[in-house]
């Protein structure tokens, strides 16, 4: 089980869901933000939200309904991923 100890599969199973949650806000309509700084005040946001010793606070997801639409100039995906084989 030493692989576990060089990619944790909680956290890349944490990620898998958070991904997965931000794509249905999305296309529920509101807007979702993925913010991990605030794990600095891990212990006190735990308390905060009666987080069970069993579980840990890995990241918060900011969710709500936009005010704005911004419009971002992104790159043709072809320009930005490669699949290797
Ligand atoms: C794992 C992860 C953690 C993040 N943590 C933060 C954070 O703590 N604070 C922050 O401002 N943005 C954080 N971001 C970035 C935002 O979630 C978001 O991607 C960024 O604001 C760009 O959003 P936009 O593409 O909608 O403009 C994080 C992104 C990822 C993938």
Redesign the pocket.
């Given at each position: 089980m030493g692989f576990r100890k060089s990619a944790p599969s909680a956290i890349q199973s944490v990620?898998a869901a958070v991904t997965t949650m931000l794509l249905v806000f999305h296309q529920m309509g509101l807007g979702a933000?993925?913010?991990?700084?605030?794990i600095q005040a891990k212990k006190e946001i735990e308390t905060i939200l009666k987080v069970p010793p069993t579980m840990a606070l890995v990241?918060l997801v900011a969710v709500g309904y936009p005010d704005e639409s911004?419009q971002?100039d992104r790159r043709p995906l072809d320009q930005v991923l490669e699949f290797v084989s």
């Open positions: 990620a933000v993925w913010l991990v700084s605030p990241c911004p971002k």
